[in-house]
């Protein structure tokens, strides 16, 4: 019906917003979450805990622009919260054991998965990155930082 009246249909994202190949968006954040390079998925990612490599040694894609900034670690936090506060109210319905216990516990259980996280989930922040031409991944230079109008 919109077209027998002349209205173009509207389609957001991909290839048909930008003009530009869709990359495959799981693909790319698995990649990153293996520490993977996420357009070839055989070179390295990180060259340290964190530390992003400049360029992929396999395929030559640059790295060194991405922004993931904190994303990664808001979201480990959204993960590890749910994960230890639900299995903390699970053991707190079904058992009776004291705050030492307790602290015993989900302390290092919260320090532990947070650590064993970060990586990966950074990692699968720059694939979306990449996926989505963000940053830098489009070939264009990134504006992030400028102040228009100053």
């Known amino acids: 019906m919109p077209k027998e ?31 993977r390079c996420p357009n070839c998925g055989e070179g390295k990612l990180f060259r340290g805990f964190t530390k992003t490599v400049e360029t992929c040694s396999v395929c030559g894609e640059e790295i060194h622009h991405h922004r993931a900034d904190d994303l990664p670690a808001y979201l480990v936090i959204v993960i590890v919260g749910h994960i230890v506060l639900g299995a903390f109210m699970g053991v707190e319905a079904t058992s009776t054991l004291s705050t030492w216990q307790h602290i015993l516990i989900w302390v290092p259980l919260t320090i532990i998965l947070s650590v064993a996280l970060l990586q990966p989930v950074k990692g699968a922040v720059i694939g979306l990155q990449w996926a989505f031409y963000m940053h830098g991944f489009g070939g264009e230079k990134d504006g992030a930082g400028s102040h228009h109008g100053a």
Not at 13 to 32: D, F, I, Q, S, Y
């Open 5 to 35: 009246l002349g209205i173009q249909e509207q389609v957001f994202g991909g290839e048909h917003h930008t003009g530009r190949v869709a990359r495959p968006l799981w693909t790319a954040m698995k990649r990153g979450l293996l520490g």
